[in-house]
């Protein structure tokens, strides 16, 4: 028995690849979820119901895709060039945290019109500078950035502790390390009054478009690919190639500390350090069900979140750990992982 | 064949896919005998000798040698039969000694002490016979890569190999090298032990074999004896069909178009001269790691030369980018297609314009329109088989490829083409396509300066030659003055210094 390689490789398979994923994903959690002791198949209901049978966990679902789907599209972005950005998770945070140091100061009084989009870009540059750090270090010394970019994730969240201890506390917060609120002003509008659900589900989606059409039709986007796919070539092509890796780190890193920005204006209206729940981590296995596409992040962040607020719910009517929505989405990784390697392998005989 | 056949291959069939391989392959071989195997990329010599040597297994057919079967796909079994392999890509460790090399893999793992002693003896001895000098102590790392080789055959040797088939033997060797091998593969016959050797070069099969087996598409086309057949027949029985390649008139030098005066890049190009005229051809010949890499680079605009000057039309160029000198009409010819010249994943269309994508681009956006267009006239214009301007470009066979990276150059008409190494790998026919491409551009007065490691190549396509030893420039002779004896010499790095390079009849 041999592994060959497939000369072409079949639409149909690309796009079933996730779907296969997913179902094979969800058969193994249903193992675990037996094991536990509830009944697979009205786990699964509950799930479904649970994300999407209620207005409330409707709209709890599309919150939580909206940073899922602006971390994947960072992940993907990055990826696309084989600029390995494991630090979404420190961009995301670094993002928000210079969010909430500019509304209530240098911003304040500003208008809402103009204060939304310059706290937004400032979260963006915040996030870039984060990723530029070990880009910088990639192209000047070769030190790999897979280290480099995971590791500033810790002391990125380090550095929040830090500031809503310290210098960004909170006085009226009652002693809980909370930072200062962004106040009324830098808040999104909602888009569905009394839930959470904001405008960052649009600005998101439309990123991703935006991203699509980059990718697909821009000098900018063809020459990041070549980047990724060969190197070598892209050079000899006269790509300029620290100049796009820089500018694929901009976008990537941008799209995190965006998500961190959004998800501070968006829900919270302050910074604590349980903000993400592993966002920047999440958007990786986003990215990766999306086969790095900008289009797919969309589906595959409403997945992940539906498992997420869906699991939520089921683990309290079936009293079992909603822990299952962290492992089945660590499988679907897995399991998407090896059905790309299928999409590009056939096995023989 | 009088003798019993110390080897023989019995309808050996292997199928990879819908692709068949190997298709029925009988082949006897004498003691004492020189088997040339030829055939073109694909034919399917490579894998009849990974059958024979166990690495594959066939889908039919046996391996006998002395008349014993030998067990499939055992690669060990072959060993101890007596068969050694010589590969194109050496299996040495570089970083240690000749006889350490020599004797890995024979010695038991829990053996715990090594008889370094009875193993020296034993190369020496094997060296003396065969006239293969080694410096046992050598470290193979500091060994020039003809010497590396005979470590090799000498590895192969102290396993008792009696049947030796090496895989393109003389592709890394310069002349004198691969004629000394052929020296050596004679005393080894005589003594008794029997060679096959793989080549699609038909000068070294008339020099070294007695016999030759020509494959074609996985089938054995013909059987000769080196003394009755001619170059002209082995070629057309392993291409099939009647192919020549062109043949060179006299150039019509025009201006000057590029020049470079006592040139430096770092250490690895070390004053160098060469002008590059228009409608005229300049060969650089040598054997590889000699610099040509760099040579190439820079005139494509990839490196800076750190001292002397490089003239581009006449005007001094201080910084060289690769977009100015692709708008400067430079066409440039990668020497690793796959490395270097097409993105295997990308699209033919992407392939075409990623190097000139200003062209075909407008606030940002790539126009694809007009880049299919560009592609779709290349693969017109310059007989691109096997794709569209949508297909991966992985899927187009090495002479389509290097066809498609020649149309982006020379669709635009460019003042210079610099082409590295444009035929390596490619069959016969692809090589005389190239070979057309290339004197129509310089009829059409481009001037050309081609860098390649192909005697024949550079005998057949420049109009001038210079060799190139260790960053080193010779002077230039013409072409009507070289030969394969004295370009031997020049790659060998003698020619006097004074600039003149004397007769060497």
Known sequence: MR?????????????????????????????????????????????????????????????????????????????????????????????????????????????????IPAALMVGAIAGMIMLLVPLGMRLRFGIDEVVTSLLLNFVVVLFVS??????????????????IPVGPDAMLPKLIDRTRLHIGLLIAVAIAVLVYFLQARSVFGMQSRAVGLNPTAAVFAGVPLAKTLI?????????????????????????????????????????????????????????????????????????????????????????MLVSIFFTQYRIRR | MTAVPVLRLTGITKTFGTTIANDAISIDLAPGEVLALLGENGAGKTTLMSILFGHYTPDAGTVEVDGVQLPPGKPRAAIRAGVGMVHQHFSLADNLTVL???????????????????????????????????????????????????????????????????????????????????????????SGLSLIFISHKLNEVMAAADRVVVLRGGKVVAERLTGATSKAELAELMVGRRVARPVREAAVPGPVLLQASNLDVGRRLSSINFEVRAGETLGIIGVSGNGQTTLGHLVSGLVQHSAGELQLFGEAMDRTSVRAMIEAGIGRVPEDRNAEGVI????????????????????????????????????????????????????????????????????????????????????????????????????????????????????????????????????????????????GLMMAGDWPQDGKIAHAH
């Open chain 1, 3 to 115: 592994i060959e390689r497939r000369a072409h490789r079949p639409l149909a398979l690309v796009l079933l690849a996730p779907l296969i994923a997913i179902v094979a994903a969800l058969a193994i959690s249903g193992v675990l979820i037996a094991i536990a002791g509830a009944p697979v198949l009205e786990a699964f209901r509950l799930i479904v119901t649970g994300a999407f049978g209620t207005r409330l966990g409707f709209t709890e679902t599309l919150t939580r895709a909206t940073p899922l789907m602006l971390t994947g599209l960072a992940a993907a972005v990055a990826f696309r060039a084989r600029v390995w950005n494991i630090g979404a998770e420190g961009q995301f945070y670094l993002g928000a945290i210079a969010v909430a140091a500019v509304c209530a100061t240098v911003f304040s009084g500003w208008p809402p019109y103009l204060l």
């Open chain 1, 162 to 179: 830090m500031m809503i201890e310290g210098p960004l506390k909170d006085p009226l917060a009652f002693g809980w390390p909370q930072s």
């Open chain 1, 247 to 335: 500018k694929v780190a901009c976008l990537s890193g941008g799209l995190a500390g965006l998500a961190g920005a959004i998800e501070v204006m968006g829900v919270k209206g302050y910074v604590t350090t349980d903000l993400s729940p592993g966002y920047g981590y999440s958007g990786i296995i986003v990215a990766m069900l999306a086969n790095l596409h900008p289009l797919g992040v969309i589906v595959a962040a409403l997945f992940t979140a539906t498992m997420f607020v869906g699991a939520d719910s089921m683990g309290r009517a079936l009293g079992i750990p909603s822990y299952i929505a962290d492992v089945t989405v660590a499988l679907s990784l897995l399991t």
């Open chain 2, 100 to 190: 350490e090399n020599v004797m890995t893999g024979t010695e038991s793992l829990w053996q715990l002490k090594s008889s370094t002693g009875a193993a020296r003896a034993k190369l020496l001895s094997i060296a003396e016979r065969f006239g293969l000098k080694v410096d046992p102590d050598a470290r193979v790392g500091d060994l020039s890569v003809g010497e590396q080789q005979r470590v090799e055959i000498l590895k192969a040797l102290y396993n008792d190999a009696r049947i030796l088939i090496l895989d393109e033997p003389t592709a890394v060797l310069t002349n004198i090298e691969a004629e000394t091998l052929f020296a050596t593969l004679r005393v080894m016959a005589q």
């Open chain 2, 344 to 487: 295997g994943d990308m699209a033919i269309w992407e392939n075409a314009v990623l190097e000139r994508l200003w062209q075909f681009s407008r606030n940002g956006l790539v126009d694809r329109g007009a880049a299919r267009a560009f592609a779709g006239e290349i693969i017109d214009g310059f007989d691109v088989r096997g794709g569209a301007p949508d297909s991966r470009t992985r899927l187009l066979s090495g002479g389509n490829m290097q066809k498609l990276i020649l149309g982006r150059n020379l669709q635009n008409r460019p003042r210079i083409l610099v082409a590295a190494q444009p035929t390596r790998g490619l069959d016969e026919g692809a090589i005389a396509a190239v070979h057309t491409r290339i004197l129509d551009a310089r009829r059409a007065g481009t001037g050309v300066l081609l860098i390649s490691e192909d005697l024949d190549e550079v005998i057949s396509l420049a109009d001038r030659i210079q060799a190139i030893v260790k960053g080193r420039l010779s002077p230039p002779v013409p072409a009507e003055q070289a030969d394969a004896r004295l370009l």
